[in-house]
């Protein structure tokens, strides 16, 4: 028997405001959300790129809902292999990481094993043949985490140096921003 949530992500299209309204349905039923985080990582859903775009719009209003969902997500990240899954969940593990090292009484707790499970999936994005936008997020991403692990930084420095020529100006900007705030 099909969900109300799979049906909805069935029906859904990429437009911003379909995908805002289904992302408002979930605020409204919180308890659809360990069905939408699990759709999320099934490679094998068909609708999971949609599930990631909901996720998306709901972490920016409701982070703290993934806290009790990092092990699983962060666990998981390795799995995504479609590119429109990829993206916002790359945006989600941004907002998450900067949300973990403000100094806030709201922020994210995330664990060593989740950083590194991020760590391990943000290089893995950034140096195979993903899109810009998930590389940009990533880059952003382990720039922050290298303000706390020092080895980063290096080895970013490294990647973005060597790939530099080779990408779109989107990656170059990025590049060249996170390039300057390292040196």
Known sequence: MITELQSKLEHLKAYRK???????YILENKNDLD????????AEDKN???ACWVLEFVSYKKLNW???YLDFLCKNLKDLTDESAMRPIAKIIQLLVFSHFKKTKNNIFLSEE??????ETSFDWLINDTKVATKAYSIRTLYVL??????IHPELQIILSKDYANHSAAYKAVA???LKKIK
Do not use: F, M, T
């Open 66 to 68: 993934l806290q009790p």
């Open 176 to 178: 060249r921003e996170v």
């Open 18 to 24: 379909d995908r805002l309204l289904i992302a408002e």
């Open 114 to 119: 989740n950083l590194q499970d991020i760590i």
């Open 146 to 151: 290298g303000n706390q692990y020092d080895w």
């Open 35 to 42: 069905e939408l985080i699990s759709i999320c990582l099934s």
């Open 48 to 50: 999971n790129h949609k």
